[in-house]
């Protein structure tokens, strides 16, 4: 077997020092000591003429750094019901880490707390990671109250409020998508609107029901959250255009409607706001919006360079796309 280069066998044959190889090959510049353009060439050269590949570990312990980036889920996304809303997040995220030229490490191992996973815990590993990226519908205050308390790298995929601090986050702007679905059936003359989902608990929930209440409110139009309503109550509000936090509880909505002979969208509108968590038919044409999700991914982990490089904390939301559909008219 061949033996294989080294540092001092760069050097020897490009008459430098081992010293200067290693800053030519971490383009350092910190130093102060000035390499002089021909020498840099002279190693590059020698490097290139042998195909000269730096120990990777070598080259991690000198940054600090592992180039393994974390993936915490709070639920299962693999395999799971929910693996169709989980999977064009986790695209984005293998993407960019691919192209940062950084591993991935998903945690599994984290032990449930009263059926919840939590981030720490007596067996936490979570620092073998540079950073992690923190995937779910919901995340613990606990834990991210600890990881901005600790300093620890991170960055949470979905809007988070303040955990003591600033949260560094790529969410969506569901305040906006549903604003505009409101904008768009008031145009069709739509003046009676109803919420049908929990509008609380997750930040991803608040936004939704904040962007219907502020679009009725700038509207002038009557609008009605029924966290748990169904097509009685909803006709009892005599709502004309119902916007279903779920996508599942949308379908079920016209499915419905139709059974009692209504018209959708002559007699009732239904938009859904965002992607399905639960199994939902597919068979029928939702009007709605596209949340960025491989994009959420792709920025997240950009995002997390950021926080590693500069120590800042990013807060980002991404606009959805509207979705047309046949239940709005």
């Not at 350092?28 to 042998?50: H, N, Q, Y």
């Not at 303040?162 to 739509?190: E, F, Q």
């Not at 491989?294 to 120590?311: D, H, I, P, Y």
């Amino acid at each position: 077997m061949a033996k294989r280069l080294t540092q001092q066998d760069i050097a020897r044959m490009a008459g430098v020092s081992q010293a200067t190889v290693s800053l030519v090959l971490n383009n350092r510049t910190d130093s102060g000591v000035r390499i002089a353009p021909e020498t840099r060439a002279r190693v590059l050269e020698v490097i290139r003429r042998t195909g000269y590949v730096a120990n990777p570990i070598a080259r991690r312990l000198h940054d600090h750094r592992n180039r393994i980036l974390g993936v915490f889920t709070y639920e299962a996304v693999f395999p799971s019901t929910r693996a169709d809303f989980y999977q064009p997040f986790l695209e984005g995220i293998e993407e960019q880490a691919e192209e940062a030229g950084c591993d991935l490490l998903l945690f599994t191992s984290a032990k449930a707390a009263e059926g919840e996973r939590r981030i720490f815990n007596d067996d936490s590993r979570i620092r073998l990671a540079d950073g992690c990226v923190l995937l779910g519908r919901s995340v613990d205050r606990g834990d991210l109250a600890q990881l901005v308390s600790e300093g620890i790298p991170f960055v949470s995929i979905g809007r988070r409020d303040d955990a003591g601090g600033p949260v560094p986050h790529v969410g969506a702007d569901y305040v906006s998508a549903v604003r505009d679905l409101v904008d768009r059936a008031v145009a069709l003359g739509h003046r009676t609107f109803a919420y049908l989902g929990a509008g609380t608990g997750a930040e991803s929930s608040a936004d939704r029901l904040r962007g219907f209440e502020q679009a009725v409110a700038a509207h002038g139009v009557q609008g009605t959250h029924l966290p748990f309503g169904e097509l009685g109550e909803i006709l009892g509000a005599e709502a004309t255009c119902v916007l279903a936090e779920e996508v599942s509880d949308g379908a079920a909505l016209v499915l419905a409607a139709r059974e009692r002979g209504l018209s959708v969208p002559g007699d009732l509108s239904v938009l859904t706001l965002g992607a399905a968590t639960r199994p939902a038919p597919r068979d029928i044409d939702l009007t709605g919006f596209r949340i960025p999700r491989r994009e959420m991914g792709r920025r997240a982990v950009q995002a997390l360079t950021e926080v590693l490089e500069n120590g800042t904390t990013p807060q980002e939301l991404l606009p959805c796309e509207f979705v047309p559909g046949t239940t709005l008219g």
